[in-house]
């Protein structure tokens, strides 16, 4: 582990050399605030490293990571980073990306208790008690287990769309967009799921909201 944390921190050294190569007012710039036009809400797993999936440099992407890329509606964290990015920052796009091996959606498919992550984890098997049919009609586990992937995304971002303040900025005029994808671990590509929402149309009318 000492030698570990030795090399991250050389490793920091070396970045800050290579990006002051490239542009010697870079952190300056940095210093000076955020326009992120991407809020992005994905998986703590360390596998998926939102901006160089996407090729993004620092400022440009807002992030809030979660096991399993959940918007949970009681969850104060996300809220206040959903909140802060749509309001402050104005962010134009939000995307809910997950990724396909996703340990918290696999926990979800079984029963064994994990401990207190067990409770986070029922947020995703609601999703699977919702499309239940569906997934059990596929008998082959991987694919019963990347669809379930897929399907957890797409419950994401129609939550995303329900919430108070997605609903508030489109009353408002204010463009946003939001978007599912899912990324290949083992291909590093990202595919849009195709939920797209940048109104409140496409919602059942018992979650539209009026201001």
């Known amino acids: 582990m000492a030698e570990f944390y030795k090399k991250i921190i050389e490793n920091n050294k070396k970045w800050v050399e290579e990006k002051l190569k490239i542009n010697p007012d870079f952190f300056n710039n940095l210093a000076e605030g955020q326009q992120p036009p991407l809020l992005w809400i994905g998986c703590s797993d360390s596998r998926v490293p939102a901006n160089e999936i996407i090729g993004a440099e620092p400022g440009e992407v807002f992030v809030h990571r979660n096991i399993a890329n959940m918007v949970v509606h009681s969850d104060m964290n996300m809220l206040s980073v959903l909140d802060y990015a749509v309001n402050a920052l104005k962010v134009q796009h939000?995307?809910?990306?997950?990724?396909?091996?996703?340990?918290?959606?696999?926990?979800?498919?079984?029963?064994?208790?994990?401990?207190?992550?067990?409770?986070?984890?029922r947020h995703i098997k609601d999703v699977y008690r919702f499309h239940h049919k569906e997934l059990d009609a596929i008998e082959d586990e991987k694919s019963r287990f990347n669809k379930f992937?897929?399907?957890?995304?797409?419950?994401?971002?129609?939550?995303l769309a329900k919430t108070s303040i997605v609903q508030s900025a489109w009353r408002s005029g204010q463009?946003?967009?939001?978007?599912?994808?899912?990324?290949?671990?083992?291909?590093?590509?990202?595919?849009?799921?195709?939920?797209?929402?940048?109104?409140?149309?496409?919602?059942?009318?018992?979650?539209?909201?009026?201001?």
Not at 94 to 121: E, L, P, Q, R, T
Not at 149 to 159: C, F, M, P, R, T
């Open 149 to 159: 992937v897929e399907l957890n995304v797409k419950e994401q971002v129609i939550d």
């Open 94 to 121: 939000v995307i809910v990306c997950g990724h396909y091996g996703c340990g918290g959606v696999k926990a979800a498919m079984g029963n064994d208790s994990i401990g207190i992550i067990d409770n986070w984890i």
């Open 175 to 211: 463009k946003l967009s939001i978007h599912g994808w899912v990324y290949g671990l083992n291909s590093g590509y990202v595919t849009d799921l195709g939920v797209n929402f940048s109104s409140n149309q496409d919602l059942d009318d018992v979650f539209k909201l009026k201001f």
